[in-house]
């Protein structure tokens, strides 16, 4: 049969151009993945600012807008700072945010005036047992901050000589005067104890819902202590992006309309809460004191009048106090980014494999038509063959017998037998081309009965005796007493073992000896037809139950047969719910044996 080496070079060319696709796909998801990591990069860091913006607003807007001049403070006037309070509490989603206000003088003596909402007034009382410690921290310059995270609280300065805060928009321009100014003195201190659990409980959830939904990242706030206050999922470490809470420092205010601030009856311009931008300002700044610390002047210029804002710059006073981070729940963005590449690859790779193996299955496919077809041909041509030989000896006895050439008694009844005989070869090849025939469409029906395996071992064997005793066999036979009663179709058993039977005759190589035996193995029966033949070679025993399938040895030795015994033994004992192999040595002889399950 000749090579198909046009098949096989498309297969190849094939698979080159499979290899080819994938390393493109490979070069083209890399690129796709690393840009779509670099974008979610940049989304997540977005996000997580305007996180951490709106949050440092609403904190701005507690602190902001309670400044009022010192001349309220002297006069014990509380008008403004009760327009300002009930403003912050109407503009407000959360009005348990602050917990406490407390004013205090500068000086240790100074008595503490705590806010009373209901008297609007600011009355001596006592104050929470977090106060005295946090006193004593912002009444020293040194140890002054603008955020305290630990309790957590907001500390405002009054200073006698700067006018109060106005209304502000987000910094265009900023200018800082230096100069050898005097720093003014504090009048008093205004501070805002701070609620913790409406910030963890309410705040951070409801920024963490509004800018990350669908829980694909985990959030962590810890203070500066390094103490998470608030998070998502246990156990995260790193971040894919981090922004400061709690930042008040000037170069990160936010500046807001004056149209969102209260409307008193008065024409006020000293109002401030957190809401829209604002166009078309200038902002400058006067610094006073040294270079680490001191007071900063803003002055807003809209047009339409001056606004100023006084606001104390320390060494760590703009550095914010919690640190909010945020990583995906994979790890990290290029952990996810990376999984989904290979996730994106092995479903590409996978899709190649398949189309790949597809291909690779129909060249098998075809490649077994082919010889299955070959072997068809070959099938045909030694059935022909088969065929050929008796029918020509029938066809010569008959004209013999036609002619008158054979008148006496002996030669006619020679020429009966020999006519007999050979239509008994005819007929045996026809019925086991019509069984196989049966056996491969399904078509074959088997009357399965509980029977004595022994009497079908012994009967298949009378079969075959005459040949035997013509050939001059020496037969071992070995039929064990205790085999078990199974359920077999006895025509169809006995036809399977007197195939193997013939077969050893068949291919004795000169060697005329066999063991037929039949044993009980456990609980099986196991029928076994061994002898001193020609062997089987090791690649020939992988394809003998095949059909149509001769060795390339026998067919050179002009060995009779047509390839489809050994495949109707194996269906008849498949059928019968067991199996056949073939033990054998080139040069020493075969073992075939049906095993076959107890009933």
């Known amino acids: 049969m000749r090579r198909p080496w046009i098949s096989i070079l498309a297969v190849c060319g094939f698979v080159g151009l499979l290899v080819l696709l994938g390393a493109l796909q490979y070069r083209w998801l890399s690129q796709a993945s690393e840009a779509d990591l670099e974008k979610q990069q940049k989304r997540l860091a977005s996000d997580t600012e305007r996180f951490a913006g709106d949050f440092n607003r609403e904190i701005q807007a507690a602190f902001f807008n309670f400044q009022v001049g010192t001349e309220n403070w002297e006069k014990r006037d509380w008008t403004e700072f009760n327009e300002r309070y009930d403003f912050w ?67 405002m300065p009054i200073y006698e000589s700067f006018a109060p805060m106005g209304h502000f928009l987000i910094r265009e321009r900023v200018q800082e005067l230096s100069g050898a100014a005097k720093m003014p003195a504090k009048y008093g201190f205004l501070v805002i104890l701070l609620d913790a659990p ?59 309309a004056s149209r969102d601030s209260p409307a008193p009856e008065r024409a006020r311009k000293r109002d401030v809460f957190v809401s829209q931008r604002v166009e078309n300002h200038t902002l400058t700044t006067d610094m006073r004191g040294d270079g680490n610390g001191g007071l900063v002047k803003i002055e807003v210029d809209r047009g339409g009048g001056t606004r100023t804002a006084v606001v104390e710059r320390t060494n760590s006073s703009g550095a914010g106090g919690w640190l909010l981070q945020v990583q995906h729940r994979e790890g990290s963005l290029a952990n996810y980014a990376a999984r989904v590449k290979y996730r994106s690859l092995a479903v590409s790779f996978g899709l190649l494999a398949l189309l790949a193996a597809g291909v690779l299955l129909i060249f098998v496919s075809a490649q077994r038509s082919r010889r299955l077809a070959q072997r068809q041909l070959d099938f045909v041509s030694s059935v022909s063959h088969e065929f050929r030989t008796p029918l020509a000896v029938i066809c010569s006895a008959g004209e013999n017998l036609a002619d008158g050439v054979a ?56 079969e075959c005796m005459p040949m035997f005793r013509e ?12 085999l078990p009663t199974i359920a077999v179709d006895r025509e169809a058993l006995s036809g399977a073992i007197q195939n193997l039977l013939q077969n050893s005759a068949k291919y004795c190589n000169g060697t005329k000896w066999l063991r037929l035996s039949a044993e009980n193995d456990a ?16 690649s020939d025993l992988r394809q003998i139950f095949q059909p149509f399938f001769r060795s390339k040895t026998v067919v050179d030795s002009q060995i009779h047969g047509n390839g489809l015994g050994l495949s109707l033994v194996k269906q008849i004992a498949e059928a019968h719910g067991g199996k056949v192999y073939a033990q054998s040595e080139v040069g020493k002889g075969s073992k075939f044996t049906i095993d076959l399950a107890a009933a």
């Open 89 to 155: 509490r109407k503009k407000t989603e959360y009005p348990s945010l602050i917990r406490s206000i407390i004013f205090v003088r500068s000086g240790p003596e100074s008595q503490p005036l705590v806010y009373d909402a209901e008297k609007r007034s600011f009355e001596p009382g006592d104050t929470p047992a977090e106060f005295a410690p946090l006193r004593a921290k912002f009444s020293e310059d040194k140890t002054f901050q603008t955020v305290y995270d630990d309790v957590p609280a907001l500390v």
């Open 198 to 256: 409406t910030i963890t409980e309410k705040l951070l959830p409801d920024l963490n819902k509004k800018y990350f939904p669908d829980g694909e990242y985990a959030l962590s706030v810890q203070d500066k202590s390094d103490r998470k206050v608030f998070f998502t999922q246990s156990g995260t470490t790193g971040s894919d992006a981090a922004a400061t809470l709690f930042d008040l420092s000037p170069d990160k205010l936010m500046f807001f």
């Open 471 to 482: 050939k001059q066999f020496d037969i071992d036979t070995k039929i064990s007493p205790d």
């Open 407 to 462: 008148k006496e008694e002996a030669h006619v009844s020679r020429y009966g037998t020999m006519i007999k005989g050979e239509g008994k070869k005819l007929t045996g090849m026809v019925e086991q081309i019509l069984e196989f025939a049966g056996a491969d469409s399904g078509r074959r029906k088997y009357n399965f009965r509980k029977t004595d395996v022994g009497e079908v071992v012994q009967n298949a064997l009378d």
């Open 523 to 538: 609980g099986r029966v196991k029928i076994s037809v061994e002898d001193r033949g020609i062997g089987i070679s090791r």
